[in-house]
């Protein structure tokens, strides 16, 4: 993969997307982990002043905030921090949310409170809003629906795990965070790959050659057909009228 190619094709394509919509600039979460971070290198190349990261924890793991300053800090990227923790606890609250309810239906509140600040600010500074979305988990359904969707666009969805680790390192991510075990945040010790039932290795040759192990093509192909709702905008009935 040509790094700097691919770099400057991303930039110009989000350049002359915020421009046909009459925005100014780009907003997006700073999680801590290498997708948001190398969303956040490609929205200062293309946008310097005018891209804003938001750090939104959530009764998250600490590390993962002072990773995301870490970011932050080695890109030149203006930040600002909003605790989503209160939130969370009303939201929880008023639903109201029993102890039986199904985990991850109430982990997945998080990255929908999370989209639902992202849209704000966007709104306030008329930005378009970046998504973290990679391919890998595009294809998997690895995203949360109304989450990690509600955005405008999504810079990174042509690119599986291994060639976003690439750029990472090209784009000037920290070490650090380039090596940690990637995870959604959704509950402490989560982790993708335990998630998925698979290796990102395993899966990103799957997707780049459709050589893989049965079990493996398996894997993907029930994650794949499962989620395919995720992937499709809102069936509406053909009426005959």
Not at 66 to 81: D, F, N, P, R, W
Not at 207 to 228: C, F, H, K, M, Y
Request: net charge negative.
């Amino acid at each position: 993969m040509n790094k700097q190619q691919v770099v400057d094709q991303i930039v110009a394509w989000l350049q002359d997307y915020v421009r046909k919509a009459g925005s100014r600039g780009v907003v997006f979460g700073l999680s801590g982990g290498i997708d948001s971070a190398v969303v956040a290198g490609l929205a200062v190349r293309a946008f310097r002043d005018e891209a804003l990261g938001i750090i939104m924890p959530c009764y998250s793991d600490p590390t993962d905030a002072e990773h995301a300053q870490l970011c932050a800090k080695a890109l030149g990227l203006s930040v600002i921090t909003v605790d989503l923790n209160r939130p969370f606890d009303a939201l929880c609250q008023a639903l109201p949310v029993t102890d039986e309810a199904p985990r991850l239906a109430v982990a997945n509140l998080k990255p929908r409170l999370r989209m639902v600040t992202l849209n704000y600010y966007a709104a306030e500074r008329n930005a378009l809003v970046l998504g973290g979305t990679n391919l890998s988990e595009w294809i998997t359904g690895y995203f949360t629906k109304h989450g990690d969707t509600g955005v405008d666009l999504m810079p990174i969805a042509g690119l599986v795990k291994r060639q976003v680790r690439e750029l990472a390192a090209y784009l000037g991510v920290p070490k650090v965070i380039i090596d940690k075990a990637p995870s959604a945040g959704l509950w402490l010790g989560q982790t993708d790959e335990q998630e998925m039932g698979m290796t990102y290795e395993q899966l990103d040759d799957y997707i780049l050659t459709g050589n893989a192990d049965p079990s493996v093509r398996q894997t993907v192909e029930r994650l794949e057909s499962r989620s395919e709702h995720k992937r499709r905008s809102p069936p509406k009935p053909e009426l005959d009228l």
